[in-house]
């Protein structure tokens, strides 16, 4: 490129978060890191509940037991989740939906329905708290955003900020 180097105009965000201009970088960093562990760990329980009503509806069609063939390509890769951590008391303008009890969700994965009728009424239930976790996602990734977006506004105004993210030699 000959002559002077052109700079690009910086990006423009949505207006800062309220909520969050009270905290400090390090505090804002931890924050959408503790909202990225949640969402993981929602993910994840979702991937369950969503292979389980998969499980419940190939066995519905199926006269024997499933086969390992058919176990693969019912569920197929569901990944895996990473540890929690658990959220920041940080103000929002919206409250976060509840969060299914983990321990009905734990009830709901291990039953064995006993005929079609009960099976059909699990599917109904796990669907149920599927919607439930999705809702919470959602909310997690409006937060997720908002937080993102209120980092890289202050990594425009101070770009030397986000040079303590880099490895150090």
Do not use: C
Not at 31 to 57: F, T
Not at 105 to 129: F, G, K, N
């Amino acid at each position: 490129m000959n002559g002077p180097a052109r700079r690009r105009p910086p990006v423009k965000f949505a207006a800062s978060a309220p909520e969050l201009s009270d905290l400090g970088l390090d505090q804002l960093r931890a924050y959408r890191a503790a909202l990225s562990a949640e969402e993981d760990k929602v993910s994840y329980w979702r991937r369950l509940l969503h292979g389980r009503v998969d499980l419940l509806q190939a066995q519905a069609t199926s006269e024997a037991t499933l086969s390992l063939a058919d176990l693969v390509r019912v569920l197929g890769d569901t990944g895996s989740g990473r540890s929690r951590r658990a959220l920041m008391g940080i103000p929002a303008p919206t409250e976060l939906p509840d969060l299914p009890d983990l321990d009905q969700l734990t009830h709901l994965w291990s039953t064995d329905p006993q005929d079609a009728d009960e099976a059909t009424r699990l599917i109904e239930l796990l669907r149920a708290e599927g919607t439930r976790l999705s809702d919470y996602r959602s909310a997690l990734h409006e937060r997720i955003d908002a937080a993102t977006g209120e980092l890289i506004m202050r990594y425009q105004a101070n770009p030397q900020a986000a040079l303590v993210l880099l490895p150090q030699e």
